[in-house]
C-alpha cells in the first residue's frame, strides 16, 4: 500500500496536511465547522494512505499492528452486529463488507493457498470405472459360462487433474495482490508479504467483467464448500472494488464509541441481560398505569464478585478525560447516579453497589467523580454530598481493548481493579 501515516481519533483537523484534510472534506468525513476530527479507521486515496487510531493511544507502540488489530475489531464488531451498520446518526461502519471480504480472503489465502481447478479427464483401466460407458463402448470377453459375469479387457473409467495456473487462480491471486496493495499490514499483521510464488504468479488474461461471469461459471460446477465460499467471496470482491481504483478507500467509523461500548462489555464479561431486571417507567391514562418498557434504563455493563456481595455499574466513556473539561459532564454524571440506585433496588441493599466510568488511556488523570456544593475548588478535602455517591475513574489502553477483543480474551485486570473499589 502507499505510505501510511498515522493519526488519532479527535486530533485538531489543523493538526492534519492540507491535502489529506482536502480530500477527507471531499468524502464528508470532515465537516466546514469541524474542529476535530471524528473517524476511526483507514482513510486511502491516491496520494497517500491515513490510519486513524482511537483517542489517547500510546504513540510508543507499534502503529501498524495495532492499526491492525484495529481493522480486526472493526470486522467482528460488524459481524456480531449486523444491524449496527446503520444508525441515527448515518452510517456506523462505513464500507464494512470490504472489509470483511479483504480479512476473510486473506486468512483463506495463508490457510489454503491459491484455487487449485478441478477436471475428470477420461481414461481406460486407470482411475474410477464408469460401468454404464464400459457396458456401452466395450465388448466383453466370451466366457463359456452363461451364468459367469461379462469380462471386459478394457474399462472405460475416469480420473482427477488438478490445475493450479487456471484463469480462476490468476483472477485469485490478483485479487490477493490487490488486498495487499490497498491494506498491506493493515491485514497481513505479522505475517510477511514476501510472497514471491503470490507476485510473480500470472496475471488474468481476461477483463473484469469476464472474470465475474467466469466465477459464476465456476461456481455452478464445484461441490467443494470450501470452493463455493472463496468463489463466491471473489465475486462480490471483485463487484466491490469494480471501477473505484482511483477513488478513496473509506473504511471505520464516526462513531467509534460504539464500538468502545461493545468491546468493553464483552472484555469484563459483563452480566447478560441485566438490563431486563431494572425498573421500568409507567405512565398513568385513562385510570390504568401504562408499562413503557422501551424507555427504560440501560446500562452499559453491569459485573459483580463471584460471592454476589458486590456489583460494579460501569459505564465505557470513549472521551479524552485528560482533565475535568474533556470528561463526562452532568447528563453522564446522573444516569450513573441513578443507575446505582437502580442496581441497588433490584440486588438489595445489604449488596455494596459501585460505579465507574471507563475511559481510553494509559495514564490515570482522573481518579474519580464527587457531587458537591460549591466554593470548594481545588480543595484537598471535599465536603461530598452523600446522597451522590462517587464515580470511580479508570483508564484502559485501546490497544490492550482491542487486542483482548479480537482475540476473545477478559480484561481481568481492568475487572479485578473495578470490583476492588469501595462505597463512599
Known sequence: MSDLQFFTDRSLVQTLPAELISAMTHQGLIAPDHQRIRFCGLFSWPKGSALFLPMNSDEKENQSLAAHYLLKALDRYYLENPTAIYNDDGDDLINADLLSLAIHLFEDYI??????????????????????????????????????????????????TYASDCEIAKIHAAVIRDIYKKFGVLIAGEQSEDDTHLTTFPQPTTDQQTQLALLTLELSKTYSERDITLLKWLHR??????GKEQGALVIGTRHFHNVWEAMLDTTLDGIK???????????????????AAEKGQRTDTVIRTADKSHYAVVDAKYYAAQTPQSAPGWPDIVKQLYYQKAVSSVVGED??????????????????????????????????L?????????????SDLIKAYV?????????????????D
Do not use: M
Open 407 to 423: 482475540q476473545g480474551r477478559k480484561l481481568q485486570t481492568l475487572r479485578t481493579e473495578i470490583l476492588s473499589k469501595e462505597s
Open 386 to 398: 452523600p446522597e451522590y455517591p462517587a464515580i470511580h475513574c479508570h483508564y484502559c489502553p485501546s
Open 273 to 291: 441481560q441485566f438490563n431486563q431486571r431494572l425498573p421500568v417507567p409507567y405512565y398513568y391514562q385513562n385510570g390504568h398505569f401504562i408499562e
Open 237 to 242: 470482491y471483485l463487484e466491490k472494488t469494480w
Open 111 to 160: 490457510t489454503h493457498g491459491l484455487y487449485v481447478q478441478r477436471y475428470r479427464k477420461k481414461s481406460v483401466n486407470t482411475g474410477k470405472v464408469n460401468w454404464a460407458r464400459t457396458v456401452a463402448r466395450q465388448t466383453p470377453f466370451p466366457v463359456s459360462d452363461h451364468h459367469a459375469t461379462p469380462v471386459y479387457l478394457e474399462l472405460e473409467s475416469s480420473r482427477s
Open 351 to 384: 449488596k455494596q453497589v459501585t460505579t465507574h466510568f471507563v475511559f481510553p488511556g494509559t495514564a490515570q488523570r482522573l481518579v474519580s467523580t464527587h457531587v458537591g456544593n460549591r466554593g470548594q475548588n481545588k480543595q484537598t478535602q471535599l465536603v461530598a
